[in-house]
């Protein structure tokens, strides 16, 4: 869904910059793959890679990332895994991007897509917040229950924080967008399985079968 909103956004605004962001690396050759196939339905020619910049968070010395890229615009020698895991063991890159939030962050991008949204630190929302310019045009889509650590996600207010005067740099609430399109909008059926598979596994995953009962 996201990548055929990333080729039509593109295909309608070439000349504007869009970041296509996610976790998992190995989703770089599936998510280029997947919006070139959506924006050759309509054209002949591939994507501007120049300006629809497909991006994994981090990035490194090899490939870009969100926050190689942030660093080397901003003049700034990123953290490598080595000093982030000294700053934070457990989630290092949660300690690249409060590295980063210590510095001006000037907006680049007129569109923003996020994948895997569930998978982010909060500190990375507010980097995104700060990438994107003040019509903050972002999307970004998230499995709900992913784990039973984190049932619920934070408000979009809290995720991405608020601006000088105090007011969210992203909301939800509030009236649909013109013709009737919901902000914040729930796929109730999976591309990876029938529901029926879904709620086997969310069974069993909570402990239906569980001597001691349900977790």
């Known amino acids: 869904v996201l990548a055929m909103k990333a080729a039509n956004i593109h295909q309608r605004y070439p000349n504007l910059r869009l970041l296509f962001t996610f976790n998992t690396q190995s989703l770089y050759n599936q998510v280029r793959r997947l919006i070139t196939k959506f924006y050759?339905?309509?054209s002949d020619e591939d994507p501007n890679w120049e300006n629809l910049h497909v991006r994994h968070a981090w990035g490194g010395a090899r490939r870009p990332g969100v926050y190689?890229?942030?660093c080397r615009r901003q003049m700034v020698s990123p953290l490598d895994l080595r000093s982030a895991r000294q700053r934070n063991w457990q989630e290092p890159f949660r300690a690249c991007c409060e590295h980063i939030l210590g510095h001006d962050i000037k907006p680049y991008y007129d569109f923003i897509l996020m994948d895997e949204a569930q998978d982010f630190p909060i500190e990375f929302y507010r980097i995104l917040g700060r990438l994107?310019?003040?019509?903050?045009?972002?999307?970004w889509a998230y499995d709900e229950l992913?784990?039973?650590?984190n049932v619920e996600l934070p408000s979009p207010e809290?995720?991405?924080?608020?601006?000088?005067?105090g007011f969210p740099l992203i909301s939800t609430t509030?009236?649909?967008?013109p013709g009737g399109i919901e902000k914040d909008f729930v796929l109730h059926r999976s591309?990876?399985?029938?529901?029926e598979i879904?709620?086997?596994?969310?069974?069993?995953?909570?402990?239906i079968h569980n001597p001691r009962g349900c977790i």
């Open 158 to 165: 809290e995720q991405f924080g608020v601006d000088g005067n």
């Open 40 to 42: 050759r339905v309509n």
């Open 198 to 207: 879904l709620i086997l596994a969310h069974a069993i995953g909570l402990g």
């Open 132 to 139: 994107v310019t003040e019509k903050r045009r972002i999307y």
């Open 191 to 195: 591309y990876r399985c029938p529901t």
């Open 174 to 177: 509030g009236d649909d967008y």
């Open 68 to 70: 190689s890229d942030l």
């Open 146 to 149: 992913r784990n039973l650590a």
